[in-house]
C-alpha cells in the first residue's frame, strides 16, 4: 500500500519536474535568445510532433503489456521494421508508385496481419522453447535489419522504395492514425487496470503461481500480451510508413531506434499505457523541436538533443531506482502439474 | 543455468560439475552446429525462393570466407574482434552479470584511443618506438575508457539497484551519439569529406601477418588469443574468477563465502568493458586507422553476445563461435562484389543464427523426440 503511493508520489515529482525543466527552458528561450516562442511551438510543430509520437506509443503499449505479463520483448525494433516493410510492399503491390487511400489501409492491416504471424512463432520460442529473451529479441532486430531491406533489394533493386503515398489527414491536419493512436491508449489503459483481464495481465508478471492457483493459465495470458505486443509494434511500423509515405532501409532502416525509444517510453511511463503515450509524446516533440530550433536558427546538434531520453531514463532508473519492474520478468513459468 | 543446490561433499561436487560440464560442452556443440546449419538453410531456401542459385550461393559464402589467402585473412581479421568482444560478453555473463552494453564499451574504447594516440602523437618522434610508444598508450587509455564506460552500468546496479539490461542497453545507445556527435563536429578531420576524425600516424601500424593484409597482424592475433587464455585462466584459476563465477551460479552461496555482491557486480562490469575497450583499441590500430560515426561500425557488441551463447560463455568456446561470425561477414563482402543476391541476406541469416542461438530447447526437444544426441535431461 505504502510502496503504490510512495511511488505515485515518485511519479508526481516526476512529472513536476519535467514541467518546470520545460517551463524554466521556454523561459531560457524566450528571455536569454529572444526567441518568439509563438513561432518556435507551432500547430505545424504539434502535429509534426504528434505524428512523430504515435510509431513509438504504439510500440510502447505493446511492449509494456508484454513486459506486465513477465516477457520482455526487446524485439520491438524488428517487429517495427517488418512492419514498415510490409506496409510498404503491400502498397507497392496493390497499387504500384500511386496507391490510393483503400490501398494504404489495407496495407496496414497486412502489415499486422504479418507481424502478428511472426510473433506467434516469437512468442512460441520464448514461451513454449524458453528461449532467452533478451538474445532472441536481439534476433528479430537483426532478422529485421537484414530481411526487410534484402526484400526491398528484391522489389525496388534498392534498399529504399519509390515515393509511394501517405495517407490523408482526417480533421484538425492530423491524420485519422493519430486518432486511432489516442482512442487505442485509452482503450490499454481501461483494459490494463479496470478489466479482470488487465489484472491477469499484471499477475502473470508479478506473481504467476498465485494466478496459477486462481485457474488461469500463465502462459496463455504470456502468449497473448507478446502476440499483442508483436501487433503493435508492427502496427507502430506501419503507421510510421503511412506518415511518411516510402519505405527507407539504408543504415538501420526509416525505424532509426524507435522501438527502443518505446521501451524508454513505457519505463518512463511506469508501463503505465497512458504515461507512456505522455513520453513518446514527449520524446517525439523533442525530436522535432530540433527542426523548430533550426527554423528560428538556434545552433543546438539534433543527434545530442536526441540522447535525451536515453540520459533522463538512466536517471530515473538508478536515482529513483523505483520504476517497478514486473517481479517475474525473464523467467519462463513451469506449471506445477 | 542448472544452479545445483550446495552440497557439503565439495568432491562429489567437483565430480559432478565436471560431469555436466562434459556433457554440456558436447551438447553445446551440437545446438551450436544445429543453429548454424538451421539458419543457413532457412537462408538457402529463401535465396532459392527470390529466384537465385542456393547452390551457388552457398559456395560463395564458402568461398568468400575460406577460398583464398585474401579472403582468410579477411575472415581471420572479424574473427579477432568478433573472438574478443565474445569473450568480453563471456566474462560478464559468466557472473551472471548481463552486459549487453559492449557495443557501447567497445566504442567508447576504440574512440579514445583514437583521440589519445592523435593528441599523444604531435609531442612523440616518429618512427617505429614512436609509433609503439603510442600505441601502448592509446591502448591502454582504450582499456580504461572501456573499462570504466563497463564500471558505469555496474555502480548503477549495485548503488541505485538500476537494471543492468536496460541501462547498458541505453549507453550503448548513448556511447553511439555521443561519439557520433564528436566526430562530426569537435574531432572532426577538416580535410575529410566524410564524418571521421584524423588519420593515426603513419607510424601507428603493426607488422603484417603471413597474408598480405594490411588490416591484419600478427599481433592482433596473439593478442586475440592471449585475451582468451588470460580470461580463460583467471576464470578457473583464481580466486577472483572462483568467486565470479560462483556469483554467477548462485549470488547467495558467494555471499556466504564472502564475496561482496556490489564490488563483485562492479568489477566484473569493469572487467567485461576492458576487454571490449581492448578491443576497440585492436580495431582501430590495426583495422581501421581513424574513428567514423559508429553508427556505421558494425554490430560487433551485439553479435557478441551470440557469438557468447555459441560457446556457452565459455572463453575458449569462443574461438570457433567467433570463427563461424567472422566467416560469415568475411562471406558477405564477398558475395556482395561478386554476386547479384543482395547482400543483406547475410545479416538476415545471422540474425537467425542468434535466434536459434537464444532457443536451445527447441533442439533438444526436437533431439528427445528423435532420440538423436542421447540424454536429453
Redesign the interface.
Known amino acids: 500500500m505504502s510502496g503504490s503511493e510512495y511511488l505515485d508520489a515518485a511519479r508526481l515529482r516526476l512529472g513536476g519536474i519535467t514541467l518546470v525543466v520545460l517551463a524554466v527552458l521556454a523561459a531560457v528561450l524566450a528571455l536569454g535568445f529572444d526567441v518568439d516562442l509563438s513561432r518556435l511551438i507551432t500547430w505545424g510543430f504539434v502535429t509534426r510532433s504528434l505524428e512523430m509520437a504515435t510509431p513509438i506509443a504504439l510500440a510502447a503499449i505493446g511492449g509494456l503489456y508484454a513486459e506486465k505479463s513477465g516477457v520482455?520483448n526487446?524485439g520491438l525494433e524488428g517487429f517495427m521494421i517488418i512492419g514498415a516493410f510490409t506496409t510498404a510492399g503491400t502498397m507497392f503491390a496493390l497499387g504500384g508508385t500511386s496507391p490510393t487511400q483503400g490501398h494504404v489501409w489495407a496495407a496496414i492491416l497486412v502489415a499486422v496481419a504479418v507481424t502478428t504471424l511472426l510473433t506467434v512463432i516469437f512468442a512460441v520460442?520464448l514461451i513454449r522453447?524458453?528461449?532467452?529473451q533478451?538474445?532472441?529479441g536481439?534476433?528479430?532486430?537483426?532478422?529485421?535489419?537484414?530481411?526487410a531491406?534484402?526484400a526491398a533489394?528484391?522489389i525496388w533493386g534498392s534498399?529504399s522504395s519509390p515515393g509511394l503515398t501517405n495517407i490523408n489527414e482526417l480533421a484538425l491536419g492530423q491524420s485519422p492514425l493519430v486518432f486511432l493512436t489516442i482512442v487505442l491508449v485509452g482503450v490499454a489503459w481501461v483494459f490494463l487496470y479496470r478489466t479482470r483481464y488487465g489484472y491477469w495481465v499484471q499477475a502473470a508478471g508479478e506473481n504467476p503461481e498465485a494466478l496459477d492457483t486462481a485457474g488461469v493459465d500463465v502462459n496463455r495470458v504470456r502468449y497473448a500480451t507478446v502476440i499483442f505486443s508483436g501487433a503493435m509494434a508492427g502496427l507502430g511500423g506501419a503507421v510510421l510508413l503511412a506518415h511518411a509515405g516510402n519505405f527507407v532501409g539504408t543504415?538501420?532502416t526509416m525505424v532509426d531506434?524507435r522501438g527502443?525509444i518505446a521501451?524508454?517510453a513505457y519505463?518512463f511511463g511506469n508501463y503505465n499505457p497512458v504515461g507512456a503515450a505522455a513520453a513518446a509524446l514527449l520524446f517525439g516533440a523533442l525530436d522535432m523541436l530540433n527542426v523548430q530550433f533550426q527554423t528560428v536558427g538556434i545552433e543546438v546538434?539534433a543527434?545530442?538533443v536526441?540522447?535525451l531520453p536515453?540520459?533522463a531514463?538512466?536517471v530515473v532508473?538508478?536515482?529513483y531506482?523505483k520504476t517497478r519492474?514486473p517481479a517475474v520478468v525473464g523467467e519462463p513459468y513451469e506449471t506445477e502439474e | 543455468m542448472s544452479g545445483s543446490g550446495p552440497d557439503s561433499n565439495g568432491g562429489a561436487l567437483d565430480a559432478l560439475a565436471a560431469r555436466l560440464l562434459d556433457a554440456s560442452v558436447l551438447e553445446r556443440v551440437g545446438i551450436a552446429i544445429a543453429s548454424t546449419a538451421m539458419a543457413l538453410l532457412i537462408g538457402f531456401v529463401i535465396a532459392a525462393a527470390a529466384g537465385y542459385d542456393s547452390i551457388r550461393f552457398a559456395n560463395q559464402l564458402l568461398v568468400g570466407a575460406f577460398g583464398s589467402e585474401r579472403a582468410i585473412a579477411r575472415t581471420l581479421r572479424s574473427t579477432t574482434i568478433f573472438v574478443m568482444t565474445g569473450v568480453a560478453v563471456a566474462v560478464a555473463f559468466r557472473a551472471g552479470v548481463f552486459n549487453i552494453g559492449v557495443q557501447g564499451q567497445f566504442v567508447v574504447g576504440g574512440f579514445s584511443t583514437v583521440i589519445s594516440i592523435i593528441w599523444l602523437g604531435a609531442f612523440v618522434p616518429s618512427g617505429t618506438v614512436g609509433g609503439i610508444v603510442l600505441m601502448l598508450f592509446g591502448t591502454v587509455v582504450g582499456v580504461v575508457a572501456g573499462g570504466l564506460y563497463g564500471a558505469l552500468p555496474g555502480v548503477m546496479k549495485a548503488y541505485g539497484d538500476a537494471n543492468e539490461i536496460i541501462t547498458t542497453i541505453m549507453l550503448n545507445f548513448i556511447a553511439t551519439g555521443f561519439v557520433g556527435w564528436l566526430v562530426a563536429g569537435p574531432f572532426g578531420a577538416p580535410e575529410a569529406t566524410a564524418t571521421r576524425t584524423r588519420r593515426l600516424p603513419e607510424s601507428v601500424e603493426l607488422p603484417q601477418a603471413v597474408f598480405g593484409d594490411p588490416n591484419l597482424s600478427i599481433v592482433g592475433i596473439l593478442l586475440m588469443l592471449g585475451v582468451v587464455a588470460l580470461v580463460a585462466a583467471v576464470m578457473t584459476r583464481t580466486r577472483f574468477g572462483y568467486d565470479m563465477v560462483t556469483s554467477g551460479y548462485q549470488d547467495t552461496a558467494a555471499t556466504y563465502s564472502g564475496v561482496d555482491a556490489k564490488r563483485m557486480v562492479i568489477s566484473t562490469m569493469a572487467l567485461s568493458g576492458m576487454v571490449a575497450g581492448l578491443t576497440g583499441a585492436l580495431f582501430v590500430i590495426m583495422i581501421q586507422g581513424y574513428y567514423t560515426d559508429p553508427s556505421g561500425i558494425g554490430n560487433y557488441g551485439f553479435d557478441a553476445i551470440a557469438v557468447s551463447l555459441l560457446a556457452a560463455n565459455n572463453p575458449v568456446g569462443v574461438l570457433p563461435a567467433g570463427l563461424l561470425f567472422g566467416g560469415l561477414e568475411s562471406a558477405g563482402s564477398h558475395v556482395q562484389i561478386n554476386s547479384d543476391i543482395p547482400v543483406q541476406l547475410i545479416d538476415g541469416i545471422v540474425g537467425l543464427v542468434v535466434l536459434f542461438v537464444a532457443a536451445p530447447e527447441l533442439f533438444r526437444m526436437f533431439a528427445a523426440r528423435t532420440g538423436l544426441g542421447g540424454d536429453a535431461e
Open positions: 520482455f526487446i520460442l522453447y524458453k528461449a532467452d533478451i538474445v532472441a536481439l534476433a528479430v532486430w537483426f532478422i529485421g535489419l537484414g530481411f531491406p534484402f533489394a528484391l534498399r543504415g538501420s531506434g527502443w521501451i524508454v519505463l546538434s543527434r545530442l536526441n540522447l536515453y540520459v531514463v538512466l532508473l538508478t536515482i531506482g519492474i
